[in-house]
Each structure stands twice: as C-alpha cells, then as structure tokens.
C-alpha cells in the first residue's frame, strides 16, 4: 500500500507565506512525477505545480512567480512553497504523485490540506 499525507495548511494573512509538505510512505520502487492541485468547493480540481523526476517543473500561469515546489527523494517528500498569497488561493490543496510499483504504476492522491487566505 501506498500513501500521500499532506501537512502545512491553515490560515494566513493576504501577501503571507505558507509552506506545505507531502510525505510518502509505502512499498514502492521509486515516485516519479509528483505534483500539487487545488479545489474550491463546487469548482474542479486544478493544477497548481508538478515536478517529474527529472526535468523542468510546471505551473499554472496564477501562480508563476509566487510559488515554487520542490522535491526531496531522499525523504519522498515533495513541497509547495507558496509567497504573495492572495485570497483567490483559498482552497484544499492535494498532493498526487505516480508510483513506480510491482506490477506497473500507482498514481495516489493525498487527503488534502486547507489554506485559507483572509484579505
């Protein structure tokens, strides 16, 4: 089995910063693209960032410039660096990422974390 557990949310003022963090736990070979999405209640989920595991990261145009993920696979630990919040970022935040696994690939979600940004 494996996981994702999300952790960082909460609340902040607009212009702050929040970090989050997502750790990865399990029987898995290696984590190969691994990524950030956000949803707001009665929208769809969207992408925010992803990283492959090795090669350029991509991000929604709303966050160029404010955000920054990274990972750590010596701790299968990918983050979401998140500056100049804005209220529009409010939303739970999921952490996904594609698992190299017997038999094939395992794409997991997280259980999703919430930011709130108050103006």
Same mark, same amino acid.
């Given at each position: ?13 607009? &212009? $702050? @910063? ?7 736990? !399990?029987? /898995?070979?290696?984590? *190969? ?20 595991? &090795? $090669? @350029? ?7 160029? !410039?404010? /955000?920054?993920?990274? *990972? ?31 038999? !094939? ?15």
């Amino acid at each position: 089995q494996v996981q994702l557990v999300e952790s960082g949310g909460g609340l902040v003022q607009a &212009g $702050g @910063s929040l970090r989050l963090s997502c750790a990865a736990s !399990g029987n /898995f070979f290696r984590i *190969r693209a691994m990524g950030w999405h956000r949803q707001v209640p009665g929208k769809q989920r969207e992408l925010v960032a992803t990283i492959p595991s &090795g $090669g @350029s990261t991509n991000y929604a145009d709303s966050v160029k !410039g404010r /955000f920054t993920i990274s *990972r750590d696979d010596a701790k299968n630990t990918v983050y979401l660096q998140m500056n100049s919040l804005k209220p529009e970022d409010t939303a739970v935040y999921f952490c996904n990422a594609d698992f190299a696994v017997w038999g !094939g690939t395992k794409n997991v979600w997280g259980q999703g974390t919430q930011v709130t940004v108050s103006s």
